[in-house]
């Protein structure tokens, strides 16, 4: 291969002169070699800040040009400060170093020549198109054959915005897409006239294919507002209008800034096949704090309707998830089994699946004590179906439990079989609650296996009590009854606030938590801190308020559910040109609710216990019950009998007899007991603030008057 004439001149110099280089700082260092040498880096140098300076292209090239000049310099100023030749002959390597560099690069010969002679044996190049006539606004800077055809389109077109071109890139694959970086026409004058529209004009294409970014400045080119990089891609565009990647579909159709999502970036999307379910993973910067989402506007993107129940948002942190199912969970039906309802170490088991197939889980137990709890549900919502799945759980625990219902039912009867204690009405209510009182403080007497007296704490051996757990079905029902009312609130809210230290919870069901209903605002707060209530199919009008009263923030009370979560039958146009009726609507959302755990309430639909096949193997096989102290201190408190039975004498009130005057305003009407009417003004109980189980029971033993 032949080496062109100044390449093998430049080689020569360098071999000769690296000798010289090394030799004369340290055979003479006051020669006028040194001194040739030191004003040719500083020529160089020279050279170096000229280029830097200039306006011109190839700054770069300009400044290795002039680095063999520099580089010498500094090898002659190491040489003439080293002792001798320096350690390991230093200043020889040096030398050495410094023409094999030369030999490499080649600075004067190969960055002063505009192109090469190929090789004698090299094929003949490609054929160029035809070159572009030069330009009279730019000088010829050895632009590349497409930038000079850009340049002269851009100047018929009138150079728009009073720009010209730099540089222009075609972007491969893309027959009509480049890029152009330009610069303002007049030196110092910022870019102030450039459109998308006058780009897109110049080049016949749609405002929408044509983007202005700003030009950052960088090493050996100029920025700011005098330069502009342009991106004409009418290919791209098309391309992504019509297949985009998910990432673009994310960007166009949701992550913009008037999308559901705005401000979201694409991260990922993973297809659960064997859930049905796909879910898309995005998120926002962190700047921009939480992620903004309008679900319906989002399930409108996604191909979907909000109130199908087949999309579902969880919010973490900046992340995003969003779940898109083929048909909605909430329709489906879960069974119950015995595995799920079983509590686990910390006292948690499932009661449901949430919206975004997520295990619902609540608990027979917290770290401050005996759980309550709070069923809210209308009739035919899946109320005794949530009940008892609660109360399997409590007895798969070991704990005893107890059921009082306002009115019977077939399913809290077969509930019943399987606690301690079942009864129905106001009276049985009254005395369960009374019972329970009366146990927080036989337990907060009875010794632990250390002979100290401590709180309940499942975690802890030696407890000489199980776990008792209520259910008052229909509370508020009962809590309106004339003779009986007052009193079973102000029980419950006893139990409320001191039963959990004691293993003594209470399970609240009804259709409303409303205090205007009767439901007092101390029992909801109490019950709602020492629990996870579950609300089922609720109201519409009604959401807003329900979830308020359990102290739910505005921003995350939640929207309504729909009335059925069954797609609607297509063809509704066909039939009524038939003059054919719709078919009847499946109501199907039993058992489909919230559950709120934390500060947001999360859809949920519960397991499925089926009471007709029997319920009896979601159970233990034994019943738990009171331990024989427990009974026998209840007893002597006259608090442990049939509690079906009539009311005794003396038990709501002093004995007949006892009142010498004949006149007792507050006797009961009916039934032979009773107390204060709701009506009448507020309880005994609550006129003189109970606050503690000796102050109820000092105040029941002071009503009974034995």
């Known amino acids: 291969m032949s080496v062109p004439r100044s390449v093998a001149l430049e080689r020569t110099l360098y071999t000769l002169a690296a000798p010289v280089l090394a030799a004369a700082p340290n055979l003479s260092p006051d020669s006028p070699v040194n001194t040739v040498v030191q004003l040719a880096g500083a020529a160089g140098v020279g050279g170096w800040v000229l280029a830097y300076k200039s306006d011109e292209p190839g700054t770069g090239r300009k400044m290795l040009r002039w680095s063999p000049l520099v580089a010498a310099a500094a090898v002659d100023v190491a040489a003439r400060h080293t002792i001798g030749w320096g350690p390991w002959c230093m200043d020889a390597l040096l030398a050495a170093g410094w023409a094999a560099a030369g030999l490499l690069v080649l600075p004067f010969s190969r960055h002063t020549r505009r192109g090469h002679r190929p090789a004698l044996d090299a094929p003949a190049p490609a054929p160029q198109l035809q070159a572009a006539e030069p330009s009279p606004v730019q000088p010829d800077d050895g632009a590349d054959h497409f930038t000079r055809q850009v340049r002269q389109l851009w100047e018929t077109r009138g150079m728009p915005g009073r720009t010209i071109v730099v540089k222009a890139t075609p972007h491969p694959g893309m027959p009509h897409d480049l890029s152009l970086l330009l610069r303002a026409s007049e030196a110092g004058r910022p870019i ?144 119950a089994t015995r595995e799920l309802l079983t509590p686990d170490k910390d006292g948690r088991w499932v009661t449901g699946y949430l919206g975004n197939g997520q295990p619902a889980r609540n608990r027979v137990y917290t770290d401050r004590g005996a759980a309550h709890g709070i069923f809210v549900a209308p009739s035919g919502g899946g109320k005794t179906q949530l009940m008892g799945l609660h109360v399997a759980a409590d007895a798969l625990f070991g704990a005893v439990v107890m059921l009082a219902t306002e009115a019977p039912d077939e399913k ?89 230290k004691y293993g003594v919870g209470l399970k609240v069901a009804g259709q409303s938590i409303y205090v205007q209903d009767g ?141 010498e005057d004949g006149s007792d305003d507050d006797a009961p009407t009916k039934g032979g007991g009773g107390g204060p009417r709701r009506g009448g003004g507020k309880s005994a109980t609550r006129r003189n603030a109970v606050t503690s189980p000796s102050q109820a029971l000092e105040a029941i033993k002071n009503l009974s008057s034995v």
């Not at 983007?211 to 391309?239: C, F, L, N």
């Not at 903004?292 to 579902?312: C, I, M, P, S, W």
């Not at 329900?546 to 979560?565: H, K, N, Q, T, V």
């Open 519 to 659: 439901f007092t605002q101390l029992l909801c707060e109490n019950l709602r801190e020492n629990c996870i209530p579950v609300v089922l199919k609720v109201a519409p009008k009604k959401v807003g308020d329900m979830f308020r009263a359990l102290g739910i923030a505005s921003e995350y009370i939640p929207d309504p559910l729909p009335r059925s979560f069954s797609p609607e039958e297509k063809g509704r146009i066909e039939r009524i040109m038939r003059g054919e009726p719709e078919p009847p609507a499946d109501s199907n959302t039993g058992g489909a609710g919230w559950i709120v755990e934390a500060k947001q309430p999360e859809v949920l639909r519960t397991l499925y216990m089926d009471f007709k096949a029997g319920i009896d193997t979601f159970f233990p096989d034994t019943v738990a019950t009171l331990t024989d102290h427990e009974i026998r201190e209840l007893e002597a408190r006259d608090l442990w009998f049939d509690w079906t039975e009539p009311p005794r004498p003396g038990e709501f009130g002093p004995k007949p007899g006892d009142d």
């Open 192 to 335: 102030s006239g450039l459109t998308p529209e006058a780009v897109a004009a110049a080049f016949g294409v749609d405002v929408t294919d044509v983007t202005i970014k700003e030009v950052v400045r960088q090493y050996g080119r100029e920025g700011g507002p005098a330069w502009k990089e342009v991106h004409v891609t009418p290919d791209a565009v098309e391309r992504r209008r019509k297949a985009p990647s998910r990432r673009e579909w994310w960007a166009d159709r949701i992550g913009g800034d008037s999308g559901p999502v705005p401000g979201s970036q694409f991260v990922r999307e993973v297809r659960d096949h064997a859930r049905r379910v796909t879910h898309y993973i995005a998120q926002v910067p962190d700047e921009m704090g939480a992620p903004r989402v309008n679900q319906h506007a989002l399930a409108a993107a996604l191909k979907t309707r909000y109130d199908e129940g087949r999309l579902f948002v969880t919010v973490d942190g900046n992340q995003v998830l969003v779940s898109l199912w083929d048909s909605s969970p909430l329709a489906q039906v879960f069974p």
């Open 412 to 500: 809290t009867a077969a509930l019943g079989k399987h606690t301690a204690r079942y009864g129905v009405g106001a009276l049985y209510m009254i005395r369960l609650l009374r019972a329970m009182v009366a146990l927080m403080e036989i337990r907060g007497e009875m010794p632990w296996e250390d002979g100290q007296v401590h709180e309940w704490d499942p975690t802890r051996p030696g407890c000489p009590y199980r776990m008792l757990s209520a259910y008052l079905d229909e509370f508020l029902s009962a809590a309106r009854h004339g003779d009986y009312g007052a009193d079973i609130m102000d029980l419950a809210e006893l139990v409320s606030v001191k039963g959990r």
